[in-house]
């Protein structure tokens, strides 16, 4: 069935005009998948992931496994039954004790943090607590329907600041549109800018340091040679980077990544660590 299934996607796909991301992570993850605004999600989601080999694993009510031929279905595509009674943290559990004995595989567990197709202000945070207890990266899945791509763009590695990481894998989610993006958070901002392959360099320089790092910092890191003024400010002016102290400071000017910056810097490299 699978190479049945892959048949058809790989036909869809091309008639279509969607594509996968260009590569899937290897080893296992806690993936999240977001916006989610619609059943269409899913649908590309699992097509990405069987066009790549991938197998997912998601949590459902567990009464939907019980369907007769429909439960089946459900649980052979990776449907993990979770009884909802549990409570919040009683399914974390569940899956973290999941996640825990397969962490050794190729496993993608996937979690919606907006948690409903509708509008909300939050997002739940249950896959960063998965993550972080069983030392494993968070896979960030996209369906988005501007560009009409799906699959994973970034494996990110947890800094151990809980509301950092979230709020730079969110502000990576801005760039993304889904089916109604009207109904999606956080709301969609617009595509990243566009970025020569040196300024991509340098955020990713930039990056490394941990807080912030003045121009000779910057040029070292990015071994780009002597780094124009110019290039910079440009990066603030589109708000990638931002000064940390005042022009008129007699000392050297220092730079950071801005949360925006962080979240286009994911969209730009499958896999980020600090040395």
Known sequence: MKYILKFIFRLWFKLSGWKTTPSAPNGAGITIAA????NWDFIYALAAAILCDVKIYFSIKDSWCKVP?????IMWLGAIPINRSAGGQGQVA???EFVERHKDQRVFFLFTPE?????????KTGFYHVAQDCGLPIFLAKVDFINKESGVFHSYELTGDKETDVRAIQESYKRICGKFPKDQYPHYTGPIPSLSDAEAVVMRALYSFKGVATKMDISAKAKLGELSTTMLDFLIEKGILEQTNAPEDKHEPTYRLTFAGRGCL????????RS
């Open 35 to 38: 916006p989610h605004t619609s």
């Open 69 to 73: 031929v429909v439960g089946s279905i």
């Open 94 to 96: 569940l899956i973290k």
């Open 115 to 123: 948690g409903t197709r509708g509008p909300v202000s939050k997002w």
């Open 266 to 273: 994911l969209h730009l490299y499958p896999t980020l660590a």
